[in-house]
């Protein structure tokens, strides 16, 4: 026996002790509900479906409950900002505090409501010991995948939004486990890169094939998450696996106190990091969509503006791929929120969300082809500000997220890039 | 796994090779660097005894009983764990 084994020996020998003395347990009498439950939960054929049960409930309770607040949230925002470019005179400070300040705050506030209720799902199912026999249940098919048990809540929390995903992480011990789940979850398509998708796949394909399209960006993000995880495993976060190790705690009912504090520690600290950089983007655009202030009318004409020239700059870089340069300022815009790329495109085509389809088709902006490319575009490159904030947060380093943003936008080329040339191949436009 | 049926009685097992309801009792862990270090720190030490409670959906980890502990580990992790031989 070498001295470690000695040493822990000894350690539950004195263990033993103490509790022989001090605890008196009436235990083999009658089934504890913990077992029972464990039953239902773990067993051979139902663990599986029920808990992929739960996981719908936890959707469905993160965005029914929080979506009447996401509502309010945005629509509080523009009667201020409405009020606010009413009641002050000077043109500039009006546009700065309706577009910039208040549509800025409203673009981050709008995130919080299902980011907290998709919190207070998880800090329900942690404090209830189901965490664990999620993780006890998923091991074998994350392992395989490179990722680990831990992982596979964090990932499936980033089909509702990335950011909650990567700061669930934090409940994984191995840190190599961590970061990869950590690199690879925004390859998880969110729910704020979906009316991108609608917009998109429902112009160019039309509604019998517009689903098909939208599933298999689903699929490829699913897809690449797995294929960099592998890559990830063999070359940045290289060793022996870790060990699962896991002790699976006795069922508890929640409790309501703390349950919202955990939320509200989780919460907080999006609001805190994440909040002041999207807020700080936001800004930043709206300065570049409204200068020179003559040329846009005073943020009129975005066609004018300081944003357009950017995206005209832009454009050879994505003229390849078969867009013009609206289609780079919307990507531009798609950091701060992917879903921001619909009404950016809405802005600069001077139309409202209802024909936006059609006048995508119809003035040659996209074609299926170059559509589909558009799509795979935006599952890949970066997230969003607020996802880098958190990878940023996370890691506690500025490299990380640059490693993702450079990382996830050359994917996003050389996939898209891919699609065009495979297409063209097959003879499509 | 197989040879356990062919009547060899008296040869030892690993805590990989319990079916669900077995128990057993810990001989030795085989010392294998952090791995053998964190088994042991977390309670499997030689002559606890222990029970496999049941295996995942997928047929790995395992879950085992011990010290009125449930403790979720790999099979991979379990195959270091040598039981003391017991007739059935």
């Not at chain 1, 680990?148 to 669930?168: D, L, T, Y």
């Not at chain 1, 690449?224 to 870790?242: C, D, M, N, Q, Y």
């Not at chain 1, 357009?308 to 929120?337: I, Y």
């Amino acid at each position: 026996m070498d001295i470690s084994a000695i040493l822990a020996k000894s350690r539950y020998d004195r263990i033993k002790d103490i509790v022989d003395q001090t605890v008196t347990s009436d235990k083999g009498a009658v089934k504890t509900y913990t077992e029972m439950l464990d039953r239902a939960f773990l067993h051979r054929y139902l663990g599986i479906p029920i808990f992929l049960t739960f996981l719908w409930v936890m959707f469905q309770f993160a965005f029914t409950v929080s979506e009447p607040f996401a509502v309010m949230i945005e629509e509080a925002f523009s009667l201020l900002g409405g009020v606010a470019e009413q009641r002050i005179s000077q043109p500039h400070l009006a546009s700065f505090i309706a577009q910039g300040v208040f549509g800025g705050l409203g673009a981050v506030l709008v995130f919080i409501p299902p980011i907290f209720g998709l919190f207070l799902a998880l800090s329900i199912l942690e404090d209830s010991g189901y965490l664990a026999r999620a993780a006890f249940l998923m091991d074998r098919l994350m392992s395989r995948l490179g990722l680990c048990g831990h992982s596979f809540i964090p990932m499936m929390i980033g089909f509702g939004c990335n950011v909650p995903a990567i700061m669930a992480t934090r409940s994984m011990n191995d840190e190599r486990d961590r970061m990869i789940t950590i690199l690879v979850s925004p390859f998880i398509s969110c729910s704020a890169r979906l009316p991108v998708y609608v917009l998109i796949a429902g112009a160019v394909f039309g509604p019998a094939y517009a689903g098909t399209a939208v599933f298999s960006v689903y699929a490829i993000g699913i897809a690449l998450a797995i294929l960099s995880a592998l890559a990830f495993r063999k070359t940045l976060f290289r060793g022996e696996t870790s060990p699962f190790l896991l002790e699976l705690p006795e069922y508890a009912m929640p409790n309501a106190r703390s349950a919202l504090l955990h939320m509200w520690a989780r919460g907080r600290a999006f609001l805190h990091r994440a909040g002041t950089l999207i807020f700080g983007t936001t800004v930043i655009v709206w300065f570049l969509s409204v200068n020179p202030w003559e040329a846009t009318g005073g943020g009129q004409l975005v066609a004018e503006s300081y944003l357009a020239q950017l995206g005209h700059a832009m454009q050879p870089l994505v003229s390849p791929l078969g867009w013009d340069w609206m289609t780079a300022v919307a990507l531009l815009f798609g950091l701060l929120a992917k879903e921001v790329v619909v009404g950016t495109y809405g802005v600069l085509l001077g139309t409202g969300e209802a024909t936006l389809g059609e006048s995508l088709v119809s003035l040659g902006i996209f074609t299926p082809l170059s559509g589909f490319a558009f799509m795979c575009f935006v599952l890949i490159y970066v997230p969003c500000a607020a996802t880098l904030g958190a990878i940023s947060r996370e890691t506690n380093s500025i490299r990380w997220p640059a490693f993702v943003l450079v990382f996830q936008t050359a994917l996003a080329f050389a996939v898209s890039g891919l699609v065009v040339g495979a297409g063209r191949l097959l003879g499509f436009a | 796994m197989k040879e356990e049926y062919n009547g060899i009685m008296s040869r030892s097992r690993r805590l990989d090779e319990l079916r669900a309801g077995q128990r057993g009792r810990i001989k030795s862990v085989s010392p294998c660097g952090s791995l053998g270090q964190r088994l042991m720190a977390m309670g499997l030490v030689e002559g606890e005894e222990l029970e496999m409670i049941r295996l995942a959906p997928s047929g790995d980890p395992i879950e085992v009983l011990l010290r009125g502990c449930r403790l979720a580990l790999r099979r991979s992790e379990a195959r270091m764990v040598n039981l003391e031989a017991e007739g059935e």
